[in-house]
């Protein structure tokens, strides 16, 4: 009965890792680090009150 086996034996482990398969979405961890924003840079631009829809309060209802 043959059970998926050739029955030559374990196979020969290999002297040097094969090398693990990344995601191609995955950023290569020997590139440039991501750059973090300076949290101490007092210059970045602020937006003007109202920029977002939820940053005003709601309309007052007519009397």
Known sequence: MNR???GDGP???PSTPRPVPRDPGTPDPEAEPPEEPDESDE??????PGARPGDHPAP???D
């Open 60 to 62: 007052e209802p007519p």
């Open 4 to 6: 998926g086996t050739t």
């Open 43 to 48: 210059s970045a631009p602020e937006e003007p």
């Open 11 to 13: 196979e020969a482990v």
